[in-house]
């Protein structure tokens, strides 16, 4: 069925009893052109964009758990292509622009809110810095805006003005960022994929990989039995160095732990997504007015999918020092996701050593905002065993060429970025 | 999370640093490449038992090794690195 005025109004008079499944639960086939490992964001928008893009339907999205369960159903859900290098910028610019037209492409409302997002600088240093930034975002063609104090506090009422140690000086604006609804990008993308001929096929973990004469791969091991492939593209976030330890490769990356928070409703009072350039905090309002907020990773590894106090600690203190009057807001709830945090802070969207094993992954804490443009490029990489241009840089030979793609020039640190 | 430092008693976790996996040994001089990319940027990142440092920076200031598990935060072992094999 699409979704239209016409099926909401007949809907709304049937009680909306009669709206169908959103997408099959099929039994898995034998065989698959293509086996995607993991049915989260990138997983399930490969799937779409190898139908659309490259006519390639005889494809299986497998997922552990529920399609949903991973991180894109726990992110804040931030989308922006503010980046810095010339490596990176072409590639989460092509997914905001494809986020602007998603709702429609999809026939489903992923409620994507180009509300900006607005880094706030205290120091002269952190202006010349978001200048910097600022110039290589308009050199690579994406919207940058410099605020001075006034049109920051203008924006933010809430933000204390009277903070001595950190006055805010200014902020760097991309207005054409903003968020989205988690869960809808999922269940959109797994739709889409569907009514395209994608089987979506949840409860099934993939345990192992079959391997042919030369090494390469020819299908997956799951708990639901073997299933051959032409190729099998592994996108399973939190989980990738497991994966990819069933084929013995070692990545360079660590599981880490990062922690979201939400209030309790309030009236409007957050409209864009800010960050507090002093502490680790970010924050936004949900269309219910719950404020949404988070920090740092934890900062060892772990895959518990449950963060530690200090944490907690941590951005609160930073809460109270950037907007003091939500001091009285109660916290309405707390979780946490399993990140797979790599040695320069940017993901691997790449063919890989064996013959017809494809990876996407290594989303550090910015994965959510790259599901349309990444998977876009992956699909592409799968389909014709080569990468995109805007895909090219991401790949696992980067660290031994010493060309990491490090952003923050922080080092061969996996919790730094 | 607490850790039990064997100077200090079982102290919160915000007291210690982390660095990682205390596994990866620094290669010989004149080591393969490979060697070097390995111990620079690779990692196991096991779903379960992890050997790793940290550091007691607001306590005694020792560098420690610590068994954990990174399933459920269980620590079973904690030592003093020595100036052994242990602390390359
Ligand atoms: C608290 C938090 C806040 C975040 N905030 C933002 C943000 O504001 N903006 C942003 O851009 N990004 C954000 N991120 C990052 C973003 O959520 C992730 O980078 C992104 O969702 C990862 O890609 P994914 O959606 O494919 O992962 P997931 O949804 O985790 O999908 C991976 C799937 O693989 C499955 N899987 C694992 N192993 C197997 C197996 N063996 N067999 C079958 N299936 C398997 C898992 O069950 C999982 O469903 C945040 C993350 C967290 C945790
Ligand atoms: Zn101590």
Same mark, same amino acid.
């Given at each position: 069925m699409r979704y239209s005025i016409s099926s909401l109004v007949k809907q709304a008079f049937r009680g909306h009893s009669g709206w169908p499944e959103a997408f099959r639960h099929p039994e898995p086939a034998k065989h698959y052109d293509v086996v995607i490992v993991g049915g989260g964001g990138h997983g399930l928008a490969t799937a779409y964009y190898l139908a659309k893009n490259h006519e390639i339907t005889n494809v299986a999205v497998l997922e552990r758990g529920w399609i949903g369960s991973g991180n894109v159903g726990r992110n804040t859900t931030i989308v922006r292509s503010n980046y810095l290098l010339n490596s990176e910028i072409p590639l989460l610019e092509w997914s905001l622009k494809l986020w602007e037209g998603l709702s429609e492409e999809l026939n489903y409302n992923v409620m994507f809110s180009q509300r900006g997002v607005l880094d706030i600088f205290h120091t002269d240093g952190q202006r010349d810095e978001a200048v910097r930034r600022g110039n290589a975002m308009i050199v690579?063609?994406? !919207?940058?805006?410099?605020? !001075?104090?006034?049109?920051?506090?203008?924006?933010?009422?809430?933000?204390?003005?009277?903070?001595?140690?950190?006055?805010?000086?200014?902020?760097?604006?991309?207005?054409?960022? %903003?968020?989205?609804?988690?869960?809808?990008?999922?269940?959109?993308?797994?739709?889409?994929?569907?009514?395209? %001929?994608?089987?979506?096929?949840?409860?099934?973990?993939?345990?192992?990989?079959?391997?042919?004469?030369? %090494?390469?791969?020819?299908?997956?091991?799951?708990?639901?039995?073997?299933?051959?492939?032409?190729?099998?593209?592994?996108?399973?976030?939190?989980?990738?160095?497991?994966?990819?330890?069933?084929?013995?490769?070692?990545?360079?990356?660590?599981?880490?732990?990062?922690?979201?928070?939400?209030?309790?409703?309030?009236?409007p009072c957050v409209n864009t997504v800010a960050t507090f350039?002093?502490?680790?905090?970010?924050?936004?309002?949900? !269309?219910?007015?719950?404020?949404?907020?988070?920090?740092?990773? !934890?900062?060892?590894?772990?895959?518990?999918?449950?963060?530690?106090?200090?944490?907690?600690e941590d951005v609160a203190e930073a809460m109270m020092m950037f907007m003091p009057a939500l001091g009285r807001v109660r916290l309405l709830r707390h979780w946490a996701g399993v990140v797979d945090m790599t040695m320069d802070g940017s993901p691997f969207i790449c063919k890989t050593p064996l013959e017809n094993l494809y990876l996407n992954g290594g989303w550090n804490y910015t994965g959510f905002k790259a599901i349309p443009g990444a998977a876009w490029c992956f699909a592409h990489t799968v389909a014709n065993g080569a990468p995109h241009k805007f895909n090219a840089p991401f790949h696992l030979d980067r660290f031994a060429e010493g060309r990491p793609v490090d952003a923050t020039g922080g080092g061969p640190f996996p919790n730094h970025h | 999370m607490r850790i039990p430092c064997p100077l200090c008693g079982a102290r919160p976790?915000?007291?210690?640093?982390?660095?990682?996996?205390?596994?990866?040994?620094?290669?010989?001089?004149?080591?393969?490449?490979?060697?070097?990319?390995?111990?620079?940027?690779?990692?196991?990142?096991?779903?379960?038992?992890?050997?790793?440092?940290?550091?007691?920076?607001?306590?005694?200031?020792?560098?420690?090794?610590?068994?954990?598990?990174?399933?459920?935060?269980?620590?079973?072992?904690?030592?003093?690195?020595?100036?052994?094999?242990?602390?390359?």
């Open positions: 690579n063609g994406v !919207d940058a805006v410099m605020l !001075d104090r006034k049109q920051v506090l203008d924006m933010m009422p809430l933000v204390d003005e009277n903070n001595g140690r950190y006055p805010v000086l200014g902020g760097l604006l991309q207005p054409r960022a %903003g968020n989205a609804r988690h869960d809808a990008v999922a269940w959109g993308y797994a739709r889409a994929a569907d009514r395209m %001929g994608a089987d979506i096929i949840q409860n099934c973990e993939v345990t192992g990989f079959c391997r042919g004469p030369n %090494g390469e791969v020819t299908g997956v091991e799951t708990n639901r039995g073997q299933i051959s492939a032409g190729k099998v593209a592994v996108a399973v976030a939190g989980h990738t160095s497991q994966v990819m330890g069933m084929v013995g490769m070692k990545l360079p990356c660590e599981s880490h732990t990062l922690q979201a928070f939400v209030s309790e409703a309030v009236k350039g002093v502490g680790h905090l970010y924050i936004s309002q949900s !269309d219910k007015g719950g404020l949404v907020f988070g920090g740092m990773v !934890d900062g060892y590894n772990s895959y518990t999918q449950r963060g530690n106090l200090p944490i907690v | 976790l915000e007291e210690f640093v982390y660095r990682g996996d205390a596994t990866v040994t620094r290669p010989e001089e004149g080591a393969p490449m490979e060697e070097w990319v390995s111990y620079v940027y690779l990692r196991n990142n096991p779903k379960g038992a992890h050997r790793e440092h940290w550091r007691h920076v607001a306590g005694c200031g020792s560098w420690l090794i610590v068994d954990r598990n990174t399933l459920t935060h269980e620590i079973t072992r904690v030592a003093e690195v020595r100036p052994s094999g242990d602390a390359r």
